[in-house]
């Protein structure tokens, strides 16, 4: 499920630099995929006025796994037009006063949500690096949810009808808004309960604007998991809130049907199996902006595999091969998309990476080692430094080899525990990138069910064609929670696993990643009960 939230823009402009009073307007751009700029709003014309506040507001979704970058142009309306509606206006008939960009998260990643940036005039008969300053302007960002009132359920369901031959189902539950269209959308799903037919799952959250009011119908899907992804339907019933809070208060269950083919048409078929409210009820819960309002940041990390099944760095058959060209290799286009998105919510800048599997010079192979070469310190200034860390260590190190997680893990584990002593508002991200199948699986779910206490998520991108079936273990959206070997289970599930041939021909490798680091970082505040204002 991907986190976007609505925001109205508000934008405001100081000390605009011109000879003589100006009526301006602001035209507002988004970056498209190809690059390419759409315009989306105009605001009202402000008259004779250097330092403006312009009046309307425009509504855009924020999603936090992408980056959305907007631009705002201003103008000066010609005396002649003000009688023009904004929208018939021609802008090339009217006199640029300059334009800022930046992106979306910049802004609403600001304890006050606003911006201040320079406008800048672009000359076109110089080169496009060359602009003049032209002022300052300060864009606001307020969001639109009108209501935190989350509704907490745990549900239950009896008498699952069992799917697999020689086991019991292995039962999750999918829940979905259905929108005008009748399409219906999912919001939220439970763990997998293995091996159950009268599963209790644990407690769900839904925001009740999230899935339009107490009264909108919700589909509630129950099915059995399956490994390959293809999860076979047990049944389902169609309840609002408000019905789900009457099932809860008359201790009663709802059959579930099963569409049933019938000629040209589907009918419904009812089961024997139930699904029943155990719990229901509705609080206020903080959103992930909340904390980023109340100053909280996302710290990015960096573990990189330099084990020797990733081939000779030199040879362009390689996955850390160094394109001559420029273009990216895989490992390179992971940390790319990843930091870019993470950067804007870490307030320094400055990222903690590391390389694993691999020999430094005249040394033993080490499962954790400094990328930027330091023995003293791992942080290294911005992406750009990751990148640069990167491709020096490549003709500085020997790769190796076997893939170890555990000590990459237990490094970013420590720092995180480190913070948390400290009462600093930080929340981790770990990316692991890697070519192949850990050989230290159970001491990699010893240290995920052990950091699974502390602020820290830990993302992890498989490149190259090795099978990462074992990969998926680690991720609890594919099965049951992680448990180390004296049989404690993770407290939540920190961990995202995505194979980038599954995603670098589809959707960005970003979007996988990111979809449930925002649920994870709440998961985390509500289980310490920490308040954005704390």
Known sequence: MFCSYRFLLRICETGMCSPRYSDPMVVVYIQERDGAFTEVFRTEVVLNSLNPTWITKYTITYQFEIVQILLFRVFDVDTQFHNVEVKML??????????????????????NRSLTLDLVQREESVPSTHSQHRGKFTVHAEECFSSKTTAEMTLKCLNLESKDLFSKSDPFLVISKVVESGMSIPVCKTEVSKNDLNPTWKPLFLNIQQVGSKDSPLVIECFN???????????????????????????????LFLPTPVGHDNQNKALRSKLFVEK????????????????????????????????????????????????????QKAIYEVGEVLQFYDADKRFPAWGFGARPIDGPVSHCFNLNGSS??????????????????????????????????????????????????????????????????????????????????????????????????LDADKGERLESSTGRVASRDIVQFVPFRDVQNGPSVVQELLAELPSQFLAYMRSREIKPCS
Request: hydrophobic share 40%; glycine share 8%; charged share 20%.
């Open 376 to 473: 003293n310190y791992c942080e290294v200034e911005g992406i750009r430094g990751i990148m640069m860390a990167y491709t020096s260590a490549l003709f500085n190190v020997s790769l190796a080899g076997p893939t170890l997680f555990g000590h990459v893990i237990n490094r970013a584990a420590m720092i995180a525990s480190q913070s948390l002593a400290n009462d600093a508002k930080k929340y981790f991200v770990l990316l692991i990138i890697t070519d192949g199948v850990i050989t230290d699986l159970q001491e990699t779910k010893d240290a995920l069910v052990k950091a699974s206490d502390l602020p820290l998520s830990i993302l992890i991108v498989g490149v190259g064609g090795a099978d990462f079936k074992e990969m998926e273990i």
């Open 225 to 255: 998991f399956n490994s390959n992804g293809k999860h076979d339907l047990i049944g389902k019933v169609q309840k609002s809130l408000a019905d789900l809070e009457k099932l809860h208060s008359g201790r009663e269950g709802e059959n």
């Open 280 to 331: 229901y009820s509705e609080t206020v819960q903080y959103t992930f902006l909340d904390y980023l309002a109340a100053g909280f940041e996302l710290n990015f990390m960096v573990a990189i595999d330099f084990t020797a099944s990733n081939g000779n760095p030199r040879l362009p058959d390689s996955l850390h091969y160094i394109d001559p060209s420029g273009r990216l290799n895989a490992y």
């Open 90 to 111: 021609k802008l090339e008939e009217q006199q640029s006063l300059g334009e800022a960009s930046c992106a979306l998260s910049e802004i609403v990643s600001k304890p």
